[in-house]
């Protein structure tokens, strides 16, 4: 909704029927006959409140319909204020989530090049490793090379049971432990190193076993490793997607809201400047109102004080005389 439209749906402007105050008594409207009247109480014995009360009841009558006036404002104006605090609320909170959707990140770091550098250094070494065994276990199994393929195997895949989570807490290390996760990697490194001994030197037959045994130890680990890193990059593009079209999609949606509060807050402050002006006009009839309630009232007192203190030095027939006149 535009802005013109907000504000021809919501008029405002008060209106207010039209009222003529009650006028005031000949005595209270002319100041000569104010003066009068408060020469002529002072000179009885009537109290000065009996008058002034009366003025103040006078003129509270004639405030009424404004001051019923100046409440309705100040309700429609105070609702208009709280309206715009919402408003204005809502318009920060959206903000704060167009903030917050923007500087946010997928979990982790992308590692694509470490991963993939990794995963093809290991197959390089796989590879080679397959390689070696197959050229010591071919003087024994020259004509069935699957042999060689399971060896290898099964060496490789000794601690691929228990490496596919490598942030999982590590056991202590026991006996039973220490069999599952060493006997096929060494199995496997024995073995090969059996029949390298019939047509290695002892050293070389040697070397081939603890390079095999370690390699193996260190493999089953290193592969599972780089595979659930792999595994956490492909999450992390997959969230970094997502993040994106969510915020292609909300950020589009909370800045046409924003737009929309906007264009509401200015309809709403202009209907309350509206309001202004008349909360203004009744103010100041108000304040005119009540000067002229005290000036009249303190115009009053100074008649009466100056009456009361003549009554004291005049006699009876003295004050009945001026009375009469």
Same mark, same amino acid.
């Given at each position: 909704?535009?802005?013109?439209?907000?504000?021809?749906?919501?008029?405002?402007?008060?209106?207010?029927?039209?009222? /003529?105050?009650?006028?005031?008594?000949?005595?209270? /409207? !002319?100041?000569?006959?104010?003066?009068?009247?408060?020469?002529?109480l002072g000179l009885s014995p009537a109290p000065l409140e009996e008058k002034t009360n009366l003025i103040r009841l006078y003129f509270k009558q004639q405030t009424i319909p404004l001051e019923r006036e100046r409440e309705e404002l100040g309700e429609k104006i105070g609702e208009l204020n709280l309206e715009i605090e919402q408003k204005t609320n809502r318009i920060e909170e959206l903000r704060h989530k167009i903030t917050r959707l923007e500087a946010a990140?997928? !979990?982790?770091?992308?590692?694509?090049?470490?991963?993939?550098? #990794? %995963?093809?250094?290991?197959?390089?070494?796989? $590879?080679?490793?397959?390689?070696?065994?197959?050229?010591?276990?071919?003087?024994?199994?020259?004509?069935?090379? +699957?042999?060689?393929?399971?060896?290898?195997?099964?060496?490789?895949?000794?601690?691929?049971?228990?490496?596919?989570?490598?942030?999982?807490? *590590?056991?202590?290390?026991?006996?039973?432990?220490?069999?599952? !996760?060493? #006997?096929?990697?060494?199995?496997?490194?024995?073995?090969?190193?059996?029949?390298?001994?019939?047509?290695?030197?002892?050293?070389?037959?040697?070397?081939?076993?603890?390079?095999?045994?370690?390699?193996?130890?260190?493999?089953?680990?290193? $592969?599972? #490793?780089?595979? /659930?890193?792999?595994?956490?990059?492909?999450?992390?593009?997959?969230?970094?997607?997502? +993040?994106?079209?969510?915020?292609?999609?909300?950020?589009?949606?909370?800045?046409? *809201?924003?737009?929309?509060?906007?264009?509401?807050?200015?309809?709403?402050?202009?209907?309350?400047?509206?309001? %202004?002006?008349?909360?203004?006009?009744?103010?100041?009839?108000?304040?005119?109102?009540?000067?002229?309630?005290?000036?009249?009232?303190?115009?009053?007192?100074?008649?009466?004080?100056?009456?009361?203190?003549?009554?004291?030095? %005049?006699?009876?027939?003295?004050?009945?005389?001026?009375?009469?006149?």
């Amino acid at each position: 909704m535009t802005f013109e439209e907000q504000l021809n749906n919501n008029p405002t402007v008060p209106d207010f029927p039209a009222h /003529s105050p009650e006028p005031l008594p000949d005595w209270l /409207s !002319d100041d000569n006959l104010l003066r009068d009247e408060a020469a002529l109480l002072g000179l009885s014995p009537a109290p000065l409140e009996e008058k002034t009360n009366l003025i103040r009841l006078y003129f509270k009558q004639q405030t009424i319909p404004l001051e019923r006036e100046r409440e309705e404002l100040g309700e429609k104006i105070g609702e208009l204020n709280l309206e715009i605090e919402q408003k204005t609320n809502r318009i920060e909170e959206l903000r704060h989530k167009i903030t917050r959707l923007e500087a946010a990140q997928p !979990d982790g770091e992308p590692h694509f090049l470490k991963t993939a550098t #990794g %995963l093809i250094a290991c197959l390089g070494v796989l $590879i080679g490793t397959y390689f070696l065994i197959r050229e010591t276990l071919k003087p024994h199994f020259e004509e069935n090379r +699957l042999i060689s393929l399971g060896v290898f195997l099964a060496g490789f895949l000794g601690l691929y049971h228990r490496t596919t989570n490598p942030a999982e807490t *590590e056991p202590p290390i026991s006996a039973r432990q220490l069999l599952a !996760d060493a #006997g096929l990697p060494f199995a496997a490194s024995f073995f090969v190193f059996i029949y390298a001994f019939q047509t290695q030197p002892a050293l070389l037959a040697l070397g081939i076993f603890l390079f095999l045994f370690f390699l193996f130890l260190s493999i089953g680990k290193l $592969i599972p #490793g780089l595979l /659930s890193a792999l595994q956490n990059d492909f999450r992390y593009q997959n969230q970094e997607k997502n +993040l994106k079209i969510e915020r292609n999609l909300k950020t589009v949606d909370w800045e046409k *809201e924003v737009n929309a509060l906007k264009i509401s807050v200015d309809a709403i402050r202009v209907r309350k400047w509206q309001l %202004l002006p008349f909360l203004n006009r009744i103010e100041l009839e108000l304040s005119r109102s009540n000067t002229r309630r005290d000036l009249l009232i303190e115009l009053f007192e100074n008649e009466f004080n100056l009456a009361r203190s003549l009554r004291d030095r %005049l006699s009876e027939q003295q004050i009945r005389a001026i009375v009469a006149n």
